[in-house]
Every structure is written in C-alpha cells, then in structure tokens.
C-alpha cells in the first residue's frame, strides 16, 4: 500500500507540472487558436525570475573567512546576512516564494508583449507557420538566458521549515515510515490552487464568461461590440503567468537551465492532445494522470517485466489515445479537425 | 623544320616536359598539401624552433561536472605557471625525481588553448581535434567524466597526440579501452571498491541488502559492477541495479521505488551535480531517517570530493566513499599545492584539480626527461615511471596499461567541520598493495607507438 501512495504522490507533483504547463498552452490555443511552441520558454522563463531573485538577493561581499589558516581563504557573505544576521538568511530563504510575487508582473508583461508584438500577426496563418514561428522564438528566449545566466542548472534553495519531509503515512493512517518531501507536496497543492483560480476566473467572472463565448464563438462575440481581440491578449497573458509561477514553483524540485523549457514543451503537447486540444478540463486531467502512469511506470515491478516503460509511457498512451480517440479525453468537437 | 617546332626537343616531347614539371611541382609541393607544419619533422605539431609550445586543455565547463571543468582549468592555469617558472613552484619544489627546470619545457614557454567538451564525448572529441589541428596543441588533457576520457583518448591515439587523462574513474579508460597514447593518474572504480570494501564491511556488516542507482555510461556501469562485486563478495545481497540519465536533475521516480524494495543500503554511482541532485533528494525522501530489516538506512557514495560534499552541504555528513587525494593530505607535495593554489585562487583545491595538475607537470617532465616533444620516447618516458612527492606518496606509471598506482583514500563526510572547506574525513589511507590487480583482467590492448598521420 506504501508504494502505492508514494507513487501516486510522486505522479501528482509532476503531473501538477504537466497540468500548469498544458493549462496555459490550452488556454492560447483555445481563445487565439496559436499553437504556441514558445510555451515551455515561458515556463523556463518563470524559473529565471526565481534565479534572478535569489541572485539579488544573494548579492555578497568577499569576506576574509579566519579558521583557514593555511592559507587567505574567503568567504562569500551575502549583504543581506551581513546586515540583518539570522533576519537576512530568512529573507534568502525565501527566496523562491518572494518570486512568485515578481514573476507575476514579469510574466504578465512578457505574455502581453509577446502576444502584441508577434504572435498577433499569425493569427491567420496556418499552424505549420505559427510552430515555426513560436519555436523560433523559443530558441531565441533560450539563447539570451544562456547567455546570461549561462548553461549549467542553477540550484535553488527552499525555506529550512519546509526542507524535510512530511509523515504523510500518519496523516493517512498508514504506515508511519512512509514519508514525502513537503515542498513537492506544496507544488502540488499549489497547482491545485492555481488550477482552481483559472477555472473559477473562467467559469464565476463576467469577463471570463465573455472569453468563453470568445472561445466557442468569437465571430458572434465580436457583433455583440465586444472587444474580444484585447480580453484574448489578456489571456495570453494569464497562459504566460500560469505558465511562469508553474517554472518558478518546480525550480526547487529541478534546478533551471536555459533548456528546461525544450524538456517539458514536447510532454506539455502530449498532455494537451491526449486531453483534447481546446479543453481545459482534458489539459489538467492528462497531466495528472500521465504524471501518475509514469510514476507508476518506473516500480520495479512493473520494470521487471517491460524494461525501460517509465520512458515511454507517456507516449504510448498518447499513441493508443489518437488511435481510439483522435479528439482526446474530452476534446471538443470541430477543434484542429478541417 | 625543327623538332622543336613539331613539339619536340632533343628527343623529349613537349609532353614529357610537361609531365616532369607537373611531378616536380607536385614533389616540391607535398610538405604544405599533405603536412603544412603539421608532420614537418616527423610527429604532430613539432615545435621546431617556436619559442613556444602549446597544451590543450579540454575540460567541462558545462554540464553536470561543470564544477569539477572549472577547477580542473584553474589546476590547469597554475601547472602552467609552475612549469614556465613563474609563482611559487608548487609541486615543482617536492616532486622527485624531478627534471623540469622552471624555464618551460626544453626551454620553452608553455601557452594553453581550452576547450568545452560539455561532458559530451563528441563535444569533447570536436575541441580536442580543433586543439589539435588548428591551435596546435602538443598534448591535450582534462576531462571530467569517462566517457569522454575514452572519446577523446581513442582520438588521440589516431592522431599521435598524448592525452593524459583528467578525471577519470571508469575501469575501461586503463582497461578495454586503453590506448598507447592515454595515460591516467587518478584511480579507478575497481580500486574504489577494493579500498571501500573492507571499510563498509566494518561499518555496515555482512549482511546487507544494496540498491544501486548508477550514472548510464562507462564509469557508472563500472562503477557499479566492482562496487557489486566487492559488496556480494562481503555476503551483502544486490537487490536491483537501476541505471539512471546523466543531468537528470529530477531523480523521484528513481528514489521512490527504492523505499519499498526491502534494501538497506543505497549505493549512489553517481558524480558531480547527479550525485548531488539525487542525494539530496535520498534525504528529502527520509531514506536515512529509516530503519529497514531492523538496520538503520545507509547511504555510500563510491566516489565523491570536496567539490560535491559543498554542493550535498549537510546531506553528505556521514556517508562513505573514495577519494583520489583530499586537500587536508598533511605531505609536503599536497601542502605545496594546496598552498600555491590556495593562494592563486582563495579555496583549497579539489581531487579533479590535483589530478589535472599533477598530470600536466608529468607530461612536461617526460618531454624534459625524453629531451624531446617527440611524442614516442615522451611515452616510453612516462611508461614505468616511479615518481614520489605529488599528493599520493610512492606512485607508479605502470607500463602495461598506463594507469597509475598509489594508496586510495576512503572517506566520511565531516560531522564537525571546522572550515568551510573542512567537509571529508580521511578514514583510511589503503595501501597501494591492496588495490593493485592484474591488467588482464580488464582486456584491452594499448596499440602501437606508430601510428599513420
């Protein structure tokens, strides 16, 4: 039973991944009908606000470091611990929730400019075009932080309370040996919570009711003088942020490099076409359950009999999905169909 | 009418004239189509009469041992000091025997190219070929990982350049895939195992059961098969050997199922930012915090260095392992260095850059000691070569498969460091005896000095 619910937890945090990503890539396909390629650079973009905050506030003054004696050894120490002590390691802490609050303005901003500033334009191109152009974009998103931040994964530290693990068995009522990080907990209640605040924006406000008719309907919409064209670059900036706080939040789970984008991209389309292109509610239930199908797929058990399943799985159930149903668990009719 | 007029001349048609202008331009020419400056006198990149020689140091300065590439080149940067007289002098002033003289090699100046391999063997052969072909490289050294040391040393034997291999721990470097032209002083995984051995069975009992996650390449395959071996040959039980990405970064779905699985000892084949990403989340996961088959849960790491224990910081207290040379080796070749590099940079260096400094100066003595750059008797030179006072007391170069022999530390991580860098405890120096072994065991041949440019 322990297994069990080791790896259901295990394939709920990173379906919570799989979900956030592909809620966002659901969300710009359904209102702006963009096959967003430049998606997976929003998430990694995400972890970078993480990186850069953590760096600012890890700014340090090269100290003389005493108990070396052999030769002059130096300490790096942070400003912020050399002016408020224990207050100032806190503060450094905490670094990866401080960035939720700055990656929401910056990821917002950065799905305005993108949506204005390119994506607009391709509105009436084929899909062929729009990919090309969005992983375009990709690479060149890519490059720059490669180019600043360099290549190697950057590691991030997660507040000294929430470092251990949690003795979920206890809480279950199970055995009190089966344990589960806390911080890879709180991803997932944190994707359940950013989940729950799009639908609820989208389904209980009268602004997310009209991007819905925009959705089903947009020509209708528009006759109705509503001015459908600025609520979906709203939109594609709601996709950026959810898309952003998912890459700020993974970054202690997956330390970030500039090609963290690229890795989760390729699973975020396989999420969202065994869901169904357009739904939300598909887009959220297939990644839970391939985070769940591959977590279950790397036991030993089921290794023993199918080597090498954990890296695959995922896709061949995308596989078997197409071939039973082309639209995806609960795609809508008419959605990428001509 | 002459015969000239007809196209002829004394015999010799116009023709022929033509024919022998062709061979002679084509003769006069061969040096610079074929060879340029490359096999002018003989071998690859002979300096001649340049005031200057060039080494090519190609290490990882990105990827998952980018830390180890960084102090490797560091390490690098220093020798070159050293062997061009410049500094304090190191290992120059306690190494024995010694033949460098502080002035360069042969009497000239030692420069340096880099390169990226990316911990990526075609990377790493593409800088190395570069280094060789276009910068002209001498000898080219680094390497944080085995499967480039094997890439890049199969390269170098093709193309009659030296490689003394940086770090390198998988048997087949000095093993199957050894080569004339390869040559490697930091130890290998079967010497880990023989020196852990003892120590874990001290610690830990003969009766354990061991999970394996291991690196998917040479040195992790390796690694664990002589860890394996060693652990059954104590009577421990392998319950599964799992093989895992290199860069991972995310190793849940490797770790979860080591919860269930009934062992009680985790072996981490894994180096650089693998170990630390999947020890890190060994301990996220409680793994040490539980008692299987009645035994408290142990974790060992064959393999790590000062550089991973500040990476794992507080995670790696306690756990075993090996280690090439730690920097708080009290001997006066380590003090040398550790002082000099110290010195040059604010921290104690690391086992990749002992290794990697010990390596350049080696090669710079066997040129000197060969009394050429020539790279044929520099082998025979660095073949069989006795060498003491650089970090690892007494050490070989054995001849029959260009691996060197000396004693092989096993550690702990520290408990109570008293610096920041105090993060291994030195449990046992085993002794060369202990961790020697017959190279046939490993096949492999090292192939001819000769070889066609």
Redesign the interface.
């Known amino acids: 039973m322990?297994?069990i619910v080791?790896?259901i937890l295990?394939g709920l945090?990173?379906g919570g991944a799989y979900a956030l990503i592909a809620l966002g890539l659901t969300l710009a396909f359904g209102t702006l009908g963009i096959v967003n390629f430049a998606h997976g650079a929003l998430f990694m973009m995400g972890a970078f606000c993480a990186v850069t905050v953590q760096k600012l506030l890890t700014i340090s003054a090269?100290v003389r470091?005493m108990?070396?004696t052999?030769?002059?050894?130096?300490?790096e120490t942070p400003y912020l611990e050399l002016w408020w002590g224990d207050t100032g390691t806190t503060i450094i802490e905490y670094s990866v929730p401080l960035s939720i609050l700055i990656a929401i303005p910056v990821m917002a901003l950065v799905g305005v400019v993108m949506e204005r500033g390119l994506i607009r334009f391709f509105y009436k191109r084929t899909h062929a075009e729009q990919i090309l152009v969005t992983f375009g974009l990709a690479i060149v998103i890519q490059e720059i932080i490669r180019h600043f931040f360099?290549?190697?994964?950057i590691?991030q530290a997660i507040p000294e309370i929430v470092?251990?693990?949690a003795n979920v068995g206890t809480m279950l009522g199970l055995s009190d040996?089966l344990?589960?990080?806390w911080?890879?907990l709180i991803y997932f209640c944190f994707a359940t919570v950013v989940i729950g605040g799009v639908f609820a924006f989208l389904q209980y406000t009268t602004y997310g009711m009209v991007v819905r008719a925009g959705m089903a309907d947009r020509d209708t919409v528009g006759l109705l003088g509503i001015n459908i064209q600025r609520r979906f670059t709203i939109v594609f900036a709601l996709a950026a942020v959810v898309a952003g706080l998912a890459g700020v939040m993974y970054t202690p789970?997956?330390?970030p490099d500039y090609h963290m984008g690229m890795d989760f991209l390729v699973l975020s389309f396989v999420v969202v076409v065994v869901g169904g292109m357009g739904s939300l509610p598909g887009a959220v239930a297939a990644g839970f359950l391939l985070g769940i199908l591959?977590?279950f797929a790397?036991?030993?058990e089921i290794?023993q009999f199918l080597p090498g399943i954990?890296q695959i799985i995922i896709y061949l159930v995308a596989v078997v999905i197409i071939l039973v149903r082309p639209r995806g668990l609960m795609g809508r009719k008419g959605v990428m169909e001509s | 009418m002459s015969d000239i007029s007809r196209g002829k001349s004394g015999g010799v048609s116009r023709r022929s004239v033509l024919k022998a202008g062709a061979a002679s331009g084509l003769v006069l020419a061969t040096p610079t189509i074929f060879s340029s400056k490359a096999h002018a006198a003989g071998f690859r990149n002979d300096p001649g009469a340049a005031k200057s020689v060039t080494f090519g140091f190609n290490v990882p300065q990105?990827?998952a041992y980018?830390d180890e590439g960084a102090d490797e080149l560091r390490a690098y940067k220093l020798a070159v000091k050293h062997i061009n007289g410049e500094g304090d002098g190191g290992m120059l002033n306690t190494m024995k025997p010694l033949s460098l003289k502080g002035n360069g090699v042969l009497g000239k100046k030692v420069e340096y190219v880099t390169g990226d391999t990316?911990t990526k063997s075609d990377a790493a052969r593409a800088s190395a070929k570069r280094m060789i072909e276009k910068d002209g490289a001498l000898m080219i050294t680094g390497g944080s990982s085995s499967g480039v040391a094997v890439a890049v040393q199969g390269l170098c034997q093709e193309m009659g350049t030296i490689f003394m291999a940086g770090l390198t721990h998988s048997n087949d470097t000095t093993g199957k895939d050894k080569k004339r032209y390869g040559f490697r002083h930091f130890f290998n995984a079967y010497m880990s195992g023989a020196a852990l051995g003892p120590v874990l069975e001290k610690e830990y009992g003969k009766e354990r059961r061991a999970y394996h996650l291991t690196a998917d390449y040479t040195w992790g395959w390796t690694q664990e098969e002589s860890i394996k071996n060693t652990t059954e040959a104590l009577g421990w039980q392998t319950v599964?050997t799992?093989r895992t990405p290199v860069?991972a970064?995310?190793f849940?779905?490797?770790i979860?199922?080591v919860?269930?699985?009934g062992a009680d000892v985790l072996i981490l084949n894994h180096y650089g930012?693998d170990m630390?990403?999947s020890l890190t989340?060994a301990v996220?996961?409680?793994l040490r915090?539980?008692?299987v088959n009645g035994k408290q849960f142990e974790i060992v790491v064959p393999l790590f260095s000062r550089l991973m224990a500040q990476?794992a910081g507080p995670n790696i207290k306690g756990i075993l392992g090996t280690t090439n040379w730690n920097w708080s080796l009290t001997d006066a070749g380590s003090?040398a260095f550790?002082?000099s590099f110290?010195?040059e940079y604010?921290?104690?260096p690391s086992m990749a850059a002992h290794t990697c400094y010990v390596q350049a100066l080696l090669y710079a003595n066997a040129c000197e000691m060969a009394g050429t750059f020539n790279p044929i008797p520099v082998i025979k030179a660095l073949e069989g070569f006795k060498f003491d006072g650089m970090g690892n007391g007494a050490t070989e170069y054995r001849a029959s498969d260009h691996q060197c022999f000396k004693s092989v530390l096993v550690v702990r991580g520290n408990e109570n460091p008293?610096?920041?860098?105090d993060l291994l405890d030195v449990v046992q120096e085993v002794p060369r005896s202990q961790v020697e072994y017959d190279p046939a065991i490993f096949g492999g041949e090292l192939g001819p000095y000769e070889v066609a440019m």
């Open positions: 322990d297994a080791i790896q295990n945090d990173k090269r470091d108990s070396v052999f030769f002059e050894a130096y300490k360099g290549a190697n994964p590691p470092s251990g693990s040996t344990v589960y990080p911080w890879r789970v997956l330390p591959q977590s790397s036991m030993n290794k954990d | 990105t990827g980018a990316q599964n799992v860069g970064g995310d849940s779905q490797y979860t199922p919860l269930n699985s930012k630390i990403n989340q996220q996961f409680g915090d539980k008692q990476g003090q550790v002082k110290g010195a604010g921290f104690p008293t610096s920041q860098f």
